[in-house]
Nanobody, 115 residues
Framework: QVQLVESGGGLVQPGGSLSLSCAASGSIFSIYAMGWYRQAPGKQRDLVATITRGGIANYADSVKGRFTISRDNAKGTMYLQMNNLKPEDTAVYYC?????????WGQGTQVTVSS
């Protein structure tokens, strides 16, 4: 069974940066477009960014210009570089296939932006 493991979260001050990683077992990276999602307390899980197998990226308006998604298919790993972080970016960040979340969700990684 494919497993997703997110890492790289933490506590950062507004304006700071973090780099998240998503490691996937199995062949998911060779089959699917992938996405980063986030869920803030009391809110639904939202799509943050997507990337096709060929590397074409798209972003939610709220993160455009600040976040960069990338992937290394050979390593089975996806990344999210987050710059100029804002308090409203605070959430648990998850990765999964896109658009259909065909893989069981991982545990996510907590990102907290606070002074």
């Amino acid at each position: 069974q494919v497993q997703l493991v997110e890492s790289g979260g933490g506590l950062v001050q507004p304006g700071g940066s973090l780099s998240l990683s998503c490691a996937a077992s199995g062949s998911i990276f060779s089959i699917y477009a992938m996405g980063w999602y986030r869920q803030a307390p009391g809110k639904q899980r939202d799509l943050v960014a997507t990337i096709t197998r060929g590397g074409i990226a798209n972003y939610a308006d709220s993160v455009k210009g600040r976040f960069t998604i990338s992937r290394d298919n050979a390593k089975g790993t996806m990344y999210l570089q987050m710059n100029n972080l804002k308090p409203e970016d605070t959430a648990v960040y998850y990765c999964n296939a896109y658009p259909h979340n065909t893989v069981p969700w991982g545990q996510g990684t907590q990102v907290t932006v606070s002074s």
